[in-house]
């Protein structure tokens, strides 16, 4: 992901979404999760290879959580990162979630998903 800042891509990141900062190779980092990693590449000082038209802002990520969207939200809000638009219905690669859009530092646009368990509400059955 080409971003303006990488170390404040990496603050951002690893504050709000729990992201861990990784180095590798010869002072390339990225942010891991899971067992998924996002590489980082800072604006007009890319590696190789990278993406076709590396532009900040350019990045649509739909990360999923096993947090209850009230939960999501109050993270958010003690986080102090204004929600864009949610929660609200959409559709997964494995049937319906409910997401929260948000924006990073560059204006990536970031979704975080839940799948439909409890009523269709995005929460946790008995949570």
């Known amino acids: 992901m080409t971003v303006a800042d990488v170390e404040r891509t990496i603050a951002f990141y690893q504050r709000v979404l729990g992201m ?8 390339r980092q990225a942010l891991a999760f899971g067992t998924s990693k996002i590489n980082l590449h800072e604006a007009g000082h890319e590696l190789l290879p990278g993406a076709a038209h590396p532009t900040p802002g350019s990045a649509d990520l739909c ?7 009230s939960q999501i939200l109050d993270h958010l809000a003690s986080c102090g990162v204004p929600v864009e638009e949610g929660p609200v219905p959409r559709t997964g690669a494995q049937g319906p979630i409910t997401s929260t859009y948000l ?6 646009l970031i979704e975080i998903s839940t799948y ?6 995005g929460d946790r059955a008995g949570g």
């Open 116 to 121: 439909e368990t409890a009523a269709g509400t």
């Open 20 to 27: 861990r900062p990784v180095t590798f190779g010869e002072g």
């Open 63 to 69: 990360l999923l959580t096993d947090a209850t969207q």
């Open 103 to 108: 924006r990073d530092p560059d204006g990536n």
